[in-house]
């Protein structure tokens, strides 16, 4: 095929992807305009991460990619109340997501945020983590077994509640995780009670890490019941 009317057909299809019915065949390009950078360097997808916003307020989630994994396509952006992202993952990535709140750009032209804010004075964290206290969704994908490692970690702290969950159930637990509490409101005197299903401390492991495979997830800010 001539290669410009494949790129014509790769534009085409990402614009119209909000249009067409769902679900779309899964070629590579269907699941929005940012699989194009992986596409055109070579990588193909190993899941897809979709966050979603159920505050009552704009968050801007932050992406950072572990130590000898290449950091994201896009590593931090703004996303409404109510509003969606997905974002296309590679083989064997690991990392960690979380949110910012409260952010502006103030008259030196630097973008900072209240909380969990990355320090880079920009939307984009471009390879800076979070200032704590931060609540994080840690992956690890394609890990030991073929699994994939993940969990919503309180060890930096928290400044919103979290819920991540696995869009299947294929095979290592699937279970969801996360803390629906707004710990800002009252901290309880044991963190462990109130989100039994969170990392609440170092090596927290053993109730705390979850494992799945071959699957896509959505991570949640401000999950119901509780929304901030």
């Not at 534009?11 to 779309?24: A, I, K, Q, R």
């Not at 997501?97 to 973008?111: E, H, M, N, Q």
């Not at 920009?122 to 690890?140: D, H, M, N, R, Y």
């Not at 963190?191 to 949640?220: G, H, M, P, W």
């Amino acid at each position: 095929m001539d290669p410009h009317l494949l790129l014509f057909l790769l534009l085409s299809t990402s614009s119209l992807s909000g249009f067409l019915p769902s679900p779309l065949p899964k070629f590579p390009f269907s699941r929005g305009p940012s699989n194009l950078l992986f596409i055109f360097a070579g990588i193909e997808p190993a899941a897809t991460f979709k966050l979603t916003n159920l505050c009552r307020q704009t968050i801007w989630p932050g992406l950072l990619s572990g130590a000898n994994t290449a950091q994201l396509p896009t590593t931090g952006f703004a996303l409404r109340p109510g509003k969606s992202r997905t974002i296309p993952i590679p083989a064997g990535w690991s990392g960690r997501i979380w949110g910012r709140t409260l952010c502006s750009t103030g008259a030196d032209g630097k973008f900072t945020c209240l909380t969990a804010d990355c320090g880079s004075g920009k939307i984009e964290c471009g390879g800076s983590g979070a200032k704590p206290p931060a609540t994080l969704v840690e992956f690890t994908l394609n890990g030991a077994d073929g699994l994939d490692f993940y969990d919503v970690s309180l060890v930096d702290g928290y400044n919103l509640p979290m819920l991540a969950f696995p869009q299947k159930v294929t095979r290592g637990g699937c279970g969801a995780t996360g803390c629906l509490i707004d710990l800002n409101g009252a901290c309880p005197k044991e963190l462990k009670y109130a989100c039994t299903r969170s990392y609440s401390y170092a090596y927290d492991d053993k109730t705390s890490t979850y494992t799945c495979a071959n699957t896509d997830y959505t991570i949640v800010f401000c999950p119901r019941p509780y929304t901030r």
